[in-house]
């Protein structure tokens, strides 16, 4: 009988540790989805394809399943399992990373909006050339904390964190000049707001990464560092790093 209920208990083990990589595999597989959202609806804008952007916005649809999906898989996981601290660590992680997963899909679905208003009445305002250069910073952003998030990697999410500031910084010179452009021109107003709308729109896809960093942080060290400055989240990584070369 010992070894029918070690047998047993080795059972569940290997089910519970598969669950739990299933659940990190699909909040993977969503990030996927909600990166090429943000690829296509800046690549619509700039581009001015209106179907690229109809293409993304129907993928929101898919994105908010897939939350839904992965968050039911993680409150049943908790109701069944009862996890200990290190996994129940894990599944929070991955259900707040799920919430910012879900809100850079609705921002991107912003963007193709402003992108299709912007091509039905044929202007192509002043600002393209920040959304470009935001865009870019923000695409990498989000590439690179997914990248993290598949090699429990707090190093690269710590430069993704580091990155959101620089961010910050291009999305009020881009405001300055397209307000003062906007005070000369008062005909361009209309449109420009809609290159306002879009960089807005960046900008927070930038805050929900720096959000997903600090969601691996927490995951890997088990220290809470969202109301930590920046310089605390890296004595954080630093700290757990080690501890890591020492094991």
Same mark, same amino acid.
């Given at each position: ?16 540790? *598969?669950?739990? *990589? ?20 800046? *690549?619509?804008? +700039? ?5 690229? @952007? ?33 996994? +129940? ?28 208003? +912007? ?28 990248? @993290?998030?598949?090699?429990? !990697?707090?190093? +690269? ?59 691996? &942080? ?5 220290? !809470? ?11 954080? &990584? ?10």
């Amino acid at each position: 009988m010992e070894f029918e209920k070690d047998g047993y208990s080795t059972h569940i083990s290997q089910q519970f540790n *598969e669950e739990l *990589e299933q659940i990190r595999t699909e909040l993977l597989t969503m990030g996927g989805l909600v990166e090429r959202q943000v690829h296509d609806g800046i *690549e619509a804008l +700039l581009n001015g394809d209106a179907e690229l @952007a109809e293409r993304s916005l129907r993928v929101d649809k898919q994105t908010n399943d897939m939350e839904l999906m992965i968050d039911e898989h993680c409150t049943r996981i908790i109701a069944r399992r009862q996890p200990a601290a290190s996994d +129940l660590r894990m599944i929070m992680a991955i259900s707040r990373a799920v919430a910012d997963l879900e809100r850079i899909g609705d921002e991107a679905t912003r963007i193709c909006r402003h992108a299709i208003e +912007l091509v039905n009445t044929g202007e192509s305002p002043r600002g393209y050339q920040e959304v470009r250069h935001i865009g870019s910073l923000v695409r990498a952003m989000v590439r690179d904390v997914l990248t @993290a998030f598949a090699r429990s !990697d707090i190093q +690269l999410a710590y430069q993704v964190a580091k990155q959101d500031k620089a961010v910050d910084q291009e999305y009020r010179s881009a405001m300055r000049s397209l307000a003062t452009y906007m005070m000369e021109d008062p005909r361009s107003i209309s449109s420009v707001l809609n290159v306002i709308w879009v960089l807005r729109a960046l900008e927070r896809i930038g805050d929900h990464a720096c959000n997903l960093a600090e969601h691996l &942080v927490y995951l890997v060290s088990g220290t !809470d560092v969202r109301h930590q400055s920046l310089k605390e989240m890296k004595r954080t &990584v630093q700290d757990e790093s080690e501890e890591s070369d020492e094991d």
